[in-house]
């Protein structure tokens, strides 16, 4: 059995119908859905059963999981990025994973967990997911650094030679509608062309930044699904490795690709960034590929105009929008 926290979520849910098609559907999905559209992320979906995460944790605490279990891909976690109850986010972020790697490890199970290219900060510090250089980074907000700590603690206890920890990057596709104001731009760019007419990107408040050109490293969710499946199947690999293109574009790539996708000439308006976010905003993100390429993926990753093309055309614009 294969267990996928966070498995109603958007990368979760990717990961499962991955794993469907590849045959696997003894899989256990924990979550918590409470009254969000997340559900529909599983009916398309093939599982043997669903279980809250805190009646989920508890099993595992009570040592009561009793099927075989050979892979946990723990993702888990609240993802919000501005979320300030930090209270919250060590324990549903930071104590959870550790206790879920604990048992993992104690069990022989495989391990993979979600890190966050959050924890990067604003990226001062390059984007080398060297774990001996951990101790230089310094995330911008609550999340990012509850991401962190993790990871930290993972490299005291000197567990990179045992599981794997995945740093996602800007992540975009289908399945991620529940999220609300974390959606992709990929996502609410569409929205706001089909109801407008036009793209609304934030000015730049950096002088060697034009407007639009704040730049991130966009990353499909189809290829973090080869990813995961490359990792399942290759138990030899283990690490933290970044996850995105390795190659950063800007957000006028992104509003272009979409109309470009959608079929209409690009409109684009730019919008004062809220004052709350403009002192932990990221201009530019890329991450350093080099590890994983090491470790043995080669696999090409789609290109910003390919990924967006596909979610358009496949998802956005079809009657059913799920993986």
Known sequence: MIIVTGGAGFIGSAIVSKLNSKGFDDILIVD????????????NLKFIDFIHKTKFIELVENNSLLDEITAI?????????????????????????????????????????????????????????????LHLLTPMNMYGYSKHLFDIWARKEKLFDKIVGLKFFNVYGPNEYHKGDMMSVVRKAYDQILSTGKIRLFKSYRPEYND???????????????????????????????????????????ANSVFSAMGGEPKIEFIEMPESIRDRYQYH?????????????????????????????????ASNPYL
């Open 32 to 43: 918590s859905l409470n009254d969000s559209d997340k559900w529909k992320n599983l009916v």
């Open 73 to 133: 891909i723990h993702m888990g976690a609240c993802s919000s990025t501005t979320e300030k109850n930090a209270d919250y986010l060590m324990e549903n972020n930071y104590h959870y994973t550790r206790k879920l790697a604990s048992y993992a490890l104690e069990k022989n199970i495989r391990f993979i967990y979600a890190s966050s290219a959050a924890t990067y900060g604003d990226g001062s510090n390059g984007y080398s997911d060297n774990v001996e250089e």
């Open 212 to 254: 639009g050109e704040q730049e991130r490293d966009f990353i499909y969710v189809k290829d973090c699904m080869e990813v995961v499946m490359w990792l399942i199947d290759n138990h030899q690999v283990n690490g933290l490795f970044n996850l995105g293109t390795g190659k950063c574009r800007t957000w006028l790539d992104l």
């Open 285 to 317: 993100t890329e991450a350093k590929m080099e590890k994983l390429n090491k470790a043995g993926y080669t696999k090409p990753f789609y290109s910003l105009e390919e990924g967006i093309k596909d979610y358009v055309t496949k998802y956005l614009a």
